[in-house]
């Protein structure tokens, strides 16, 4: 099973915690993430264009899902791979949803999803 947090919040616990960020979020020990898979974030350019609103979230979803699925289709593998050695796996960030509607962390569950659907 592939679920989602924010890593900010400690009660979700359940599962292999995976950090999908290129960055170490402030705050948050070691001990907190089993996994960092840096490469499942989003591009720097990317993020920082969508967080300057330079980029609308339907942009920043399609261009997300391309540079995955061209540039680093192996994330969804890891993941998938990891999902089948521990079960449940739970991909981390650090946006919470709510107060934010869009997180990349959605759209990597949902291609997830897709992928285990089309198989």
Do not use: N
């Not at 400690?10 to 950090?19: F, W, Y």
């Not at 402030?26 to 264009?49: C, F, H, N, T, Y």
């Not at 998938?80 to 946006?95: A, I, K, M, S």
Request: a neutral charge.
């Amino acid at each position: 099973m592939i679920a989602h947090a924010s890593v900010y919040d400690h009660e979700a616990r359940d599962g292999l915690r995976v950090l999908i960020m290129r960055r170490w979020p402030r705050g948050i020990p070691k001990a907190q993430v089993d996994v960092w898979l840096k490469d499942a974030a989003p591009s720097p350019e990317l993020l920082q264009a969508f967080r300057r609103g330079l980029v609308e979230w339907e942009d920043f979803e399609r261009q997300y899902r391309a540079e995955i699925s061209e540039e680093r289709p192996a994330v969804l593998g890891e993941i998938r791979d990891l999902e089948r050695q521990h079960g449940t796996v739970l991909l981390l960030c650090f946006e919470r949803i709510p107060p934010q509607k869009h997180c990349h962390r959605l759209v990597l569950v949902e291609m997830l999803h897709t992928m285990r659907s089309v198989r």
